[in-house]
């Protein structure tokens, strides 16, 4: 059996309960959750790429989840990374 992979894209700047809500319920439903953070130059942040997805990982810990930065359209990753879903919330 394939491993059903599903993304939760965001700024995640910061991380917030209703981001943690959104994964933890992915990883309910998929084998892996990968977090992605887009690198977004023109884009003004209070955080960094870098700690935005060192707050994530402490946040997911223990959790069927991969922190990763996506360099170009979402659903090129998509691909790349063979998910079956992309998980947003509302």
């Known amino acids: 059996m394939d491993e ?3 993304i939760c894209p965001g700024s995640f700047d910061p991380v917030t309960l209703g981001h943690m809500d959104i994964i933890t319920r992915a990883c309910k439903i998929f084998d892996k959750v ?3 953070v887009p690198v977004n130059p023109d884009k003004r942040a209070s955080f960094t ?4 997805m060192e707050m994530l990982r402490i946040a ?3 959790m069927n989840v991969e922190v990763d930065c996506v360099k170009g359209l979402l659903a090129d990753y998509a691909k790349e990374k ?3 879903a992309i998980v947003k919330g509302l």
Do not use: K, N
């Open 4 to 6: 059903r992979i599903a």
């Open 34 to 36: 990968i977090v992605a």
């Open 49 to 52: 790429v870098e700690e935005r």
């Open 60 to 62: 997911t810990a223990g």
């Open 82 to 84: 063979q998910a079956v």
